[in-house]
């Protein structure tokens, strides 16, 4: 073969290469011509990691989102937990992002929340998968079975906590809220009774387990998250258990009444799924729903006039029901607890039980000017939202007024009752994140916060024992003294 002859046939190749290096170095160029976000990378690994996470009052968005905020605007980039990130305290991003899902973004947390909840767990899981997992929670959690099935169950849970309360003693507000919340979850998810002495075991397990989420990832013996993966391993196993209890008595025999034995007679999820679904939903909908509650009770003292209207509120709907000779409280009576609504808002504004959640970029994104690129982390902080004062007047004062449309009231006072909060203020109202990815227990949690209120306001008034005992954002919100009160048997004039 002549040398014209093998140039003619290594021709295609050599002007594929140079087609190739010329892309690449496009790229490359256009890599360095991004308009990243202002900002600080930190430390090499650690970033900024350790400044973020750094606890500080529930009511703030803390030191370093304040600094950084001031410095480089509300959208600014970082390195946190290992990655390159853009962080975002702009509704307008936030929202964009939530919109998204599954297009231009997607769910994504640190390994460490994976290995400990499962890989099957829904707050991991994207695309279908978590779609199908979501359908199954939305399915049991539906409208009807909210109206009836629920609505008793949180009633007769409430009552069963609130009625343990003795007279003048101080105790933990918050360790009575998640007992609610974890009975009341362990009876809706697999029919255990309150005080049983399976529930009880599951529930310091689930304690434990608790502590390991949120700790530092350290595999390592004796730290709280090699303790954790041990819990929930003996919590997996007894789920498994009950599992096969209920498949012994045949398909066709197991009741519905509970998400465990819905799940096995109406989905085809395996058997790892089904045990990663159920300690999901344990831990989503327990944690969140008691620190929200617990919340409730700690601001509401500060507000003298917030428990009056609840008190009136309540009463007339008690008052209602003596007369026509009911006691349990039903989906209308629910309806027209309009201002505890106002209530609930302000306490998950204020008190942002889910501070930020944990995206990633999955294409090149522009907004704004700046550049989001594929495959960065992307933290929208949803208290960052909640507590600007551009768009909330006076964003650390406890005002659920500020829900009722046309307010003009800044402060803790009484008010005429309305509509529920302004089209504005709701698109920037994130409590229960947005988009495809939105909370399917948001309902039964506002359901499980207006029965305990009704309760509490008309048999109790209550004081913080502890002053000091205030919310603290680790980044999960906790009380350190775990809220103690006094609370005294309430006897209406």
């Given at each position: 073969?002549?040398?014209?002859?093998?140039?003619?046939?290594?021709?295609?190749?050599?002007?594929?290469?140079?087609?190739?290096?010329?892309?690449?170095?496009?790229?490359?160029?256009?890599?360095?011509?991004?308009?990243?976000?202002?900002?600080?990378?930190?430390?090499?690994?650690?970033?900024?990691?350790?400044?973020?996470?750094?606890?500080?009052?529930?009511?703030?968005?803390?030191?370093?989102?304040?600094?950084?905020?001031?410095?480089?605007?509300?959208?600014?980039?970082?390195?946190?937990?290992?990655?390159?990130?853009?962080?975002?305290?702009?509704?307008?991003?936030?929202?964009?992002?939530?919109?998204?899902?599954?297009?231009?973004?997607?769910?994504?947390?640190?390994?460490?929340?994976?290995?400990?909840?499962?890989?099957?767990?829904?707050?991991?899981?994207?695309?279908?998968?978590?779609?199908?997992?979501?359908?199954?929670?939305?399915?049991?959690?539906s409208?009807?079975?909210?109206?009836?099935?629920?609505?008793?169950?949180?009633?007769?849970?409430?009552?069963?906590?609130?009625?343990?309360?003795?007279?003048?003693?101080?105790?933990?507000?918050?360790?009575?809220?998640?007992?609610?919340?974890?009975?009341?979850?362990?009876?809706?998810?697999?029919?255990?009774?309150?005080?049983?002495?399976?529930?009880?075991?599951?529930?310091?397990?689930?304690?434990?387990?608790?502590?390991?989420?949120?700790?530092?990832?350290?595999?390592?013996?004796?730290?709280?998250?090699?303790?954790?993966?041990?819990?929930?391993?003996?919590?997996?196993?007894?789920?498994?258990?009950k599992?096969?209890?209920?498949?012994?008595?045949?398909?066709?025999?197991?009741?519905?009444?509970?998400?465990?034995?819905?799940?096995?007679?109406?989905?085809?999820?395996?058997?790892?799924q089904?045990?990663d679904?159920?300690?999901?939903?344990?831990?989503?909908?327990?944690?969140?729903?008691?620190?929200?509650i617990?919340?409730?009770?700690?601001?509401?003292p500060?507000?003298?006039n917030?428990?009056?209207q609840?008190?009136?509120?309540?009463?007339?709907?008690?008052?209602?029901?003596?007369?026509?000779?009911?006691?349990e409280?039903?989906?209308?009576?629910?309806?027209?607890?309009?201002?505890?609504?106002?209530?609930?808002?302000?306490?998950?504004?204020?008190?942002?039980?889910?501070?930020?959640?944990?995206?990633?970029?999955?294409?090149?994104?522009?907004?704004?000017?700046?550049?989001?690129?594929?495959?960065?982390?992307?933290?929208?902080?949803?208290?960052?939202?909640?507590?600007?004062?551009?768009?909330?007047?006076?964003?650390?004062?406890?005002?659920?007024?500020?829900?009722?449309?046309?307010?003009?009231?800044?402060?803790?006072?009484?008010?005429?009752?309305?509509?529920?909060?302004?089209?504005?203020?709701?698109?920037?109202?994130?409590?229960?994140?947005?988009?495809?990815?939105?909370?399917?227990?948001?309902?039964?949690?506002?359901?499980?916060?207006?029965?305990?209120?009704?309760?509490?306001?008309?048999?109790?008034?209550w004081?913080?024992?502890?002053?000091?005992?205030?919310?603290?954002a680790?980044?999960?919100?906790?009380?350190?003294?775990?809220?103690?009160?006094?609370?005294?048997?309430?006897?209406?004039?």
């Open positions: 073969m002549s040398d014209s002859e093998i140039i003619l046939c290594l021709l295609p190749s050599i002007v594929a290469l140079f087609l190739f290096l010329i892309l690449l170095r496009r790229k490359q160029n256009q890599k360095t011509r991004l308009n990243l976000p202002p900002g600080n990378m930190g430390w090499p690994f650690l970033g900024e990691t350790i400044g973020y996470l750094k606890p500080y009052s529930a009511i703030t968005i803390g030191k370093f989102m304040e600094e950084h905020i001031s410095r480089y605007g509300k959208i600014y980039k970082s390195n946190l937990f290992g990655e390159p990130t853009i962080v975002s305290a702009d509704a307008g991003l936030n929202r964009f992002i939530l919109q998204n899902e599954g297009r231009l973004f997607e769910c994504s947390y640190p390994r460490s929340i994976g290995g400990i909840l499962g890989k099957w767990s829904m707050l991991v899981l994207v695309g279908d998968m978590h779609r199908d997992m979501r359908m199954i929670s939305l399915n049991f959690l409208h009807a079975r909210l109206r009836t099935h629920l609505m008793r169950e949180v009633e007769k849970h409430t009552l069963l906590v609130l009625g343990s309360w003795r007279e003048n003693s101080v105790f933990s507000a918050q360790d009575e809220a998640k007992k609610f919340t974890f009975n009341l979850m362990a009876k809706h998810i697999m029919s255990l009774d309150p005080g049983k002495p399976e529930t009880e075991q599951l529930k310091k397990l689930y304690v434990t387990f608790m502590k390991g989420v949120v700790s530092a990832p350290l595999n390592l013996p004796g730290t709280a998250y090699r303790r954790a993966l041990q819990s929930r391993s003996t919590i997996l196993k007894f789920i498994e258990c599992m096969k209890e209920r498949l012994m008595e045949g398909t066709e025999n197991i009741g519905e009444d509970d998400l465990l034995g819905w799940v096995l007679k109406n989905s085809n999820l395996s058997k790892e089904i045990l679904l159920i300690l999901s939903l344990l831990f989503a909908g327990h944690e969140t729903s008691s620190v929200s617990a919340l409730a009770i700690y601001f509401l500060s507000c003298p917030a428990i009056l609840l008190r009136e509120e309540h009463s007339e709907i008690a008052k209602a029901k003596k007369l026509a000779g009911e006691t409280l039903n989906w209308e009576d629910y309806k027209k607890m309009e201002f505890t609504q106002w209530v609930i808002c302000e306490t998950l504004r204020l008190g942002n039980v889910v501070r930020f959640l944990h995206r990633k970029a999955l294409k090149d994104v522009r907004y704004k000017g700046y550049d989001i690129p594929c495959g960065w982390k992307v933290l929208p902080v949803i208290a960052a939202v909640h507590l600007d004062p551009l768009l909330f007047d006076h964003p650390q004062h406890f005002n659920p007024w500020r829900w009722q449309q046309n307010n003009n009231h800044h402060h803790c006072g009484s008010s005429s009752s309305s509509s529920c909060y302004t089209s504005m203020t709701s698109n920037n109202f994130m409590p229960f994140g947005g988009g495809p990815r939105l909370c399917a227990g948001s309902e039964l949690a506002k359901l499980e916060m207006a029965v305990f209120i009704h309760h509490l306001v008309l048999n109790f008034h004081e913080l024992a502890d002053p000091f005992d205030k919310p603290f680790f980044p999960f919100v906790d009380f350190q003294n775990g809220l103690p009160i006094t609370a005294h048997r309430y006897v209406p004039n």
